[in-house]
């Protein structure tokens, strides 16, 4: 059977927390059959390099296994940075 994995990031993603939240997305990805995973953008109030760096880490993951990924409820500042690091040509963002 399929499955959508959901993980909804928190609070600031910077060097503070990027170990847990490598961990946790490292679990996601390896759930067996997962095919799609949603990152949920709407509770993180910072993001630095590293924070996107996760999330290129996340999409080239994903897409090596074959997995598609998304975000959602991108935060207007994180949607800039993503913006200005040329990411928003890759990286699927779901609209609200």
Known sequence: MSKLVELAWAGDVDLANI?????????ALDTPDVERLVIDLGA???VDSLGLGMLVYAMNTAQTRGIA???RHVPPRTQELIDVAGLSQVLAVERD
Do not use: A, K, Q
């Open 69 to 71: 990924m998304s975000v």
């Open 44 to 46: 993180v109030g910072f």
């Open 19 to 27: 170990t847990p939240i490598r961990h946790e997305l490292d679990e």
